[in-house]
């Protein structure tokens, strides 16, 4: 008897294909396009491997907090549709290296789904840092 196949995630029922993913997690959140069938094409650091080698580990798609198309509305005039947002994804997987600040998770989605790679965490990060550095001149200036 064969094994019973393994359960969808909480809430794949209602996933579309080309559907943007968004993983909060501890320290970070990770982003993915949905390609159906329980797939998700996403990007991740070439350190990921090297801390295991579990593939199935490094594969699997995250279950929990899972919100969809959240940044929609912040997008709404660039939006592609749901089969665009997919095949681009398709396309990109393995075709495209991963950088933190240049080309991450987040990047790879926004491009995928509104044809622009942009990263507001990034955006974010470079602003903090900026301010901070900022700061530490006028502070070692007087």
């Not at 998700?40 to 295991?52: N, S």
Request: proline share 7%; hydrophobic share 40%; aromatic share 8%.
């Amino acid at each position: 008897m064969a094994p019973a196949p393994a359960p969808p995630p909480p809430g794949a029922g209602c996933l579309q294909r080309g559907d943007l993913l968004e993983v909060p997690r501890t320290l970070f959140v990770h982003f993915g396009i949905y390609l159906g069938e329980n797939r998700m094409a996403h990007l991740m650091p070439d350190i990921l491997p090297a801390l295991t080698d579990d593939r199935r580990q490094i594969q699997r798609v995250v279950t929990n907090n899972i919100l969809v198309n959240h940044m929609d509305r912040l997008f709404k005039d660039r939006l592609l549709g749901s089969e665009e947002a997919a095949r681009r994804a398709e396309k990109l997987v393995g075709a495209t290296a991963y950088s933190l600040l240049w080309n991450n998770c987040e990047h790879f989605v926004t491009y995928c789904r509104y044809g622009a790679p942009v990263s507001l965490r990034v955006i974010d990060f470079l602003k903090i840092s900026v301010g901070t550095f900022s700061r530490t001149l006028k502070i070692t200036k007087k």
